[in-house]
Every structure is written in structure tokens, then in C-alpha cells.
């Protein structure tokens, strides 16, 4: 399977001391959902926000799709939800998305079409023409993900992207998240939870800016003899 | 009440300022800042520059050709707030206009021979007249130091004459034009600030750092965003001023909104460059005092430039509303054209590229 990313030697330091990332290597391959796992302050955001291209790695090598195009033709084919829930408060529910959509590019129609599409995979219908502020912070949560979504992105990253909405419908996104794995969408999200890490197909377990391991959750069992992924991450973290 | 629930909040409050030193510093500094403007504002003499043109060809008598007007043109002294420049009319004219003399006396050419044949003297005084309380304090001064040289001051013939505006032209016709670039300038500058402050703060420049929407797409859709809001409320101010409180305005009013359009650019970009260095609302807010206020009292604001002491006349020339106040002027009470107010608009071009540059450079900090 052809890789959509790959990280060879990535560093990135915080002044005056922090070493966010460490000696950082590792491949995505195309139409998985690739987890990030490690504890807060393991360097996952900063990862990501790498992978984005908002900020520029010290040293390594990062490719995402192939090493020719611009980070302008790149970011089209992006999706990024942020940690926050990077929305904008004082406009309804589809004027964000619709705000997104055109920053994307996406033609008047297929606009239409998508954020209809997205309210109703996020379950906002009724939330349709309500300001963000009056949103609970799991609506926010689901519109974050959508306007993530709205330009169909061959690649998406999400930063912990099930924080704060209910069992159900996390159920739900994960569904969806395998669904764009079928149409050959590629996901990359961070997290915390190891239940969540676990429904990743492949994953890197990150700790303090360094890998500790990647590979499938049997690979990663099976390597450290562990009975689940919390022993997993124990026994790796102890051996390094 | 609970005393040591009460003093805990106070504690607390305490800790936060103290390790707050920019609010700290501002709590200290600003009023002292704007204490020493004021006191030197306050402390200003205004000085009048006149310039006196004596056309009087004199008497013929036994010994040669006599001027009266002699014996006034001698007895001329400056004074604190007077300075007489001895001219020519043409030169006097020119000087009006550009600005380097605040009005001009002219003695006409049979001064002699009407106050020798008990005839009313003429004496014209010229004023530049774009400011109603200067023109009162100048031929106030005028009084004073020249007709009171007449043995009659009754017999002078005095014609009031006015460059800009007129008798009917009050105080407010001065300042109206000040006020259309003051408050675009400050609101403008307001909202970018805190707009861009929250989209830093919410995460959704991070979002748009990572689409392909680029650093200048967003300085250009900031600037046409907040420039339709300053547009419609300079028109508002404008009719207001026009209609509502009766101010004269002679100009082109495509001109003021060309002037209020460039010094939005250039408001909207600082706002985004000095949203940079603030963390939060209230650390905006505290850049009203550093950056809006010193700009209204020394921009001319208050009191024209040239008569400011030297100190606060270098610091008001690289203030944008100094240019913005001065075209404003220009255009609304002196009816110019877009030519002669030309050089207050390169430097609002300047200031407006600088800014675009500065935000364009700080855009990304902190993200």
C-alpha cells in the first residue's frame, strides 16, 4: 500500500528548552485511520500542526502526498480540526460551514450539497441557522469535525476529535471515519484514549517527543506481550 | 460577610496584576505619558506668524516724499504669541496658502495721503481663516499690537478679509473634519484587533493557515470587510456633520472617501500587527491608550500642529491621523483638490504599505 506520508528524522524545539519532537520517523500508508497516541505534552499537536503545514519542522524530512507539489495545491486536499473548536462564534451553524466550503473552493452547487450533507451527518438540522455561541460544546465539537469535512479531503487530520460528544454518536463517527477509509480517505487523529487508539488500524505511541513504537495494535501486542494497548504503552514506555 | 472570603478575592486580584506587567507598566506609565502631553499641549503659547505689506507710496512735501505708515511699520514688535514678517503681497499670498504665515496686514497705497487729508486709512487683514478661534485670537492680537499705534483708531478703515471659511464659519466647521478620520482611524483599528485577536484565540487562523487561503488573501478580506463598515459610518458622520449640526463643507466628498479608504488600510493592518502582541482583550484594550489617544491630542487634534512644541511635533509627524486630519481639512474646509493635499496622501500610502508589510510579517506569530 503506497504511503501518503512519511517522516524521516523530525525535530522541532520550543525556546528556551522544550524538545517537542525527538528523532521522529514513520509512514502513513494511503486509506487507513492512523492514530497518534501518547499522553498530554508527547508532541502530538505539534505533529499534526507539522503535517499541516502551518509550522516548519528544525531538522527531517516530512513529505505528505509526494515532494513535488506546493503546500498551496497540498492544503486542498487537507482537512484539519483542531484541538479547539476553531469556529466562529457569532455566525450560524451554516454560515461556518458555508464560509469553509468557499475557502476550499467548492462551486455554489456542490456548497449546497455538502453542507446540507455535513448538518446531517453531525446531527445539527436543528441547529442549521443557529449562531455557534448558543451550541453546546458537543455540537461545537460535531461542527468542527463537519467544517473539517466539507471539501471531501483526501487527508484528514483530526486533533482529538471525540472530546466531549456523547457515546453514541462517537460510534457514529467512527463509522464514518471507516467509511472514508473506504473511499481512500486517509485519517490521522490524535488522542488520549486508549479505546479510541484502539479502533486505529495502525498507530504510533509518542511520548514526550519521542516514538516509542508503530505498527498495528497485534503487532504492537504481540511485540510486548501485553493483553491490551494501556499494557502495551507501559511496557514500551519502561523499556525505553 | 465572610472577611477572609472577601480579602481572598482581593489577594487574589493583586497576584494576577502584579504578574501582569504589562497592565503594571500601563497602570504607571500612561497617565504620566499623557499627563506630560497635556501639560505641554496646555503649557503652548500659540504663536501667530503675520506678515505685514506696507504698499503706502507716501506724501509729497517740501523735503522729499514722506510715509506715515513708516512710523507704524518701526513701531512693529514681536511679541509672544505674534511674530510680523516684513513682505511683499505676492510672496504674503503664497505664505497664506502653503501654510507658513497665519494671516497678513497690507497698508494700502494711499495710507499717507488719507490720513493726511483726515481721510479713514485702509487696512486690510488677510486671514487664513480655516480655524474660527485662531482667526479671533489673531485679530484680537492685531488690535492690540497694531491699530493701537494709530493716534485714532476709530478713523481706520479695517477690511476683515478670509483665505478659507469666514465669519460664519464656527469651531465646529474646524474640528468636523478631524472627527471623520478620528473615529474610522479608531474603530477600525478597534475591531481588527480584537476580530484578529479572536481568531488567533479561537483556533480558526490555525484553521486557515492550513487551507489555501494565503497571508494576503486574508489582509485584503480583513481590510474590504471592515472598509464597507467605515465607509458607511463616515458617510453617517459626514450627513450628520452637514445637515444635523450645519458644518460647512466645501470639498469633493469622493475626495474624503478616498483619504478615509487609504488610512483604513492602513488602521485595519495595525490592528492586525498589534494583535499579535496581545493575549487577550484586555491587552488590546490597553493599546487605546498608547496608540489612539497621544494620536488625538497631538495630530492636530487639539491644536495645530506648528504651534506644538518641537518634541511633539517630530513625534505627531509619523502619526497617520496627523496626515489624515490635514487632507480632511484641506479638502472639507478649504474646498482643496486631491493635488494640493497630494503629500499628506503618499504618507498615508506609506504608513498604509508599512502596516501591510508589519501585518503581513506578524501574522503568523504565535500560531
Not at chain 1, 511520548?207 to 499494557?231: D, F, H, S, V, W
Not at chain 2, 503649557?43 to 512710523?71: A, C, H, M, W, Y
Not at chain 2, 478703515?157 to 471659511?165: F, R, S, T
Not at chain 2, 467605515?230 to 474624503?256: E, K, R
Request: hydrophobic share 45%; aromatic share 10%.
Amino acid at each position: 500500500m503506497e504511503n501518503i506520508i512519511e517522516v524521516e528524522g523530525l525535530n522541532k524545539k520550543f525556546p528556551p528548552d522544550t524538545h517537542a519532537l525527538n528523532e521522529l520517523n514513520f509512514q502513513v500508508k494511503k486509506g487507513l485511520t492512523f492514530g497518534l497516541l501518547g499522553p498530554n505534552g508527547s508532541g502530538k499537536t505539534t505533529l499534526i500542526r507539522i503535517l499541516v503545514g502551518i509550522l516548519r519542522p528544525d531538522s527531517g524530512k516530512v513529505i505528505v502526498f509526494d515532494e513535488s507539489s506546493k503546500w498551496s495545491e497540498k492544503a486542498t486536499k487537507i482537512g484539519y480540526m483542531t484541538q479547539s473548536q476553531a469556529l466562529y462564534q457569532d455566525i450560524t451553524v451554516s454560515e461556518n460551514l458555508d464560509f469553509f466550503a468557499t475557502i476550499y473552493g467548492l462551486s455554489t452547487k456542490e456548497k449546497r450539497k455538502r453542507v446540507e450533507e455535513l448538518i446531517s451527518l453531525v446531527k445539527l438540522e436543528e441547529k442549521e441557522k443557529s449562531p455557534v455561541v448558543t451550541l453546546s460544546g458537543g455540537m461545537k465539537q460535531r461542527l468542527s469535525l463537519a467544517t473539517a469535512l466539507i471539501h471531501k479531503p483526501e487527508l484528514v487530520f483530526l486533533d482529538e476529535p471525540t472530546v466531549g460528544i456523547d457515546p453514541s454518536l462517537r460510534i457514529e463517527f467512527w463509522n464514518y471515519f471507516k467509511s472514508l477509509n473506504r473511499q481512500e480517505t486517509t485519517i490521522v487523529l490524535s488522542t488520549h484514549v486508549m479505546e479510541e487508539a484502539a479502533r486505529c488500524d495502525e498507530l504510533v505511541l509518542l511520548r514526550e517527543g519521542k516514538l516509542l513504537a508503530q505498527g498495528t495494535i497485534e503487532k504492537l501486542l504481540a511485540e510486548t506481550k501485553a493483553k491490551n494497548l494501556e499494557e502495551a504503552f507501559l511496557a514500551l514506555e519502561e523499556s525505553k | 460577610m465572610s472577611t477572609g472570603r472577601t480579602l481572598a478575592v482581593a489577594k487574589r486580584i493583586i497576584r494576577q496584576l502584579v504578574r501582569d506587567r504589562r497592565t503594571l507598566g500601563l497602570i504607571v506609565i500612561v497617565p504620566l505619558l499623557l499627563l506630560s502631553i497635556l501639560g505641554a499641549l496646555f503649557k503652548t503659547t500659540r504663536v501667530f506668524e503675520v506678515g505685514f505689506i506696507n504698499q503706502d507710496e507716501g506724501i509729497t512735501t517740501p523735503f522729499g516724499t514722506e510715509k506715515i505708515s513708516l512710523k507704524i511699520e518701526n513701531a512693529l514688535k514681536d511679541t509672544d504669541n505674534l511674530k510680523w514678517h516684513k513682505s511683499s503681497l505676492a510672496q504674503a499670498k503664497n505664505d497664506l496658502e502653503t501654510g507658513l504665515l497665519d494671516t497678513y496686514v497690507l497698508l494700502d497705497k494711499n495710507f499717507s495721503k488719507d490720513i493726511s487729508e483726515r481721510k479713514s486709512p485702509r487696512v486690510i487683514v488677510k486671514l487664513e481663516g480655516s480655524d474660527p478661534s485662531a482667526s479671533q485670537q489673531i485679530l484680537g492680537l492685531i488690535n492690540q499690537n497694531l491699530l493701537s499705534s494709530f493716534s485714532d483708531q476709530k478713523l481706520v478703515d479695517l477690511k476683515v478679509e478670509y483665505l478659507y471659511g469666514g465669519e460664519k464659519f464656527g469651531t465646529l466647521d474646524y474640528f468636523a473634519p478631524v472627527f471623520i478620520a478620528f473615529f474610522a482611524f479608531f474603530f477600525v483599528f478597534l475591531l481588527t484587533s480584537v476580530s484578529f485577536l479572536r481568531e488567533r484565540s479561537q483556533g480558526t487562523i490555525e484553521r486557515l493557515f492550513a487551507s489555501p487561503v494565503n497571508n494576503t488573501e486574508i489582509v485584503i478580506g480583513y481590510f474590504l470587510g471592515f472598509l464597507i463598515f467605515a465607509l458607511i459610518q463616515s458617510l453617517i458622520v459626514l450627513l450628520f456633520t452637514i445637515y444635523v449640526l450645519d458644518v460647512h463643507f466645501l470639498g469633493n466628498i469622493l475626495f474624503v472617501f478616498l483619504i478615509e479608504l487609504i488610512l483604513v488600510v492602513g488602521a485595519v493592518n495595525l490592528g492586525i500587527f498589534l494583535s499579535a502582541f496581545a493575549r487577550n482583550e484586555l491587552q488590546v484594550i490597553q493599546f487605546i491608550p498608547v496608540i489612539i489617544i497621544p494620536q488625538a491630542l497631538i495630530s492636530g487634534f487639539i491644536c495645530p500642529v506648528k504651534s506644538m512644541p518641537m518634541l511633539l511635533q517630530w513625534i505627531s509627524y509619523v502619526m497617520p491621523l496627523t496626515y489624515a486630519n490635514n487632507a480632511l481639512r484641506g479638502i472639507m474646509i478649504k474646498g482643496m483638490g486631491l493635488a494640493k493635499v497630494s503629500f499628506d496622501i503618499y504618507v498615508l500610502i506609506f504608513f498604509a504599505l508599512l502596516m501591510i508589510l508589519l501585518a503581513s510579517l506578524s501574522i503568523r506569530k504565535g500560531v
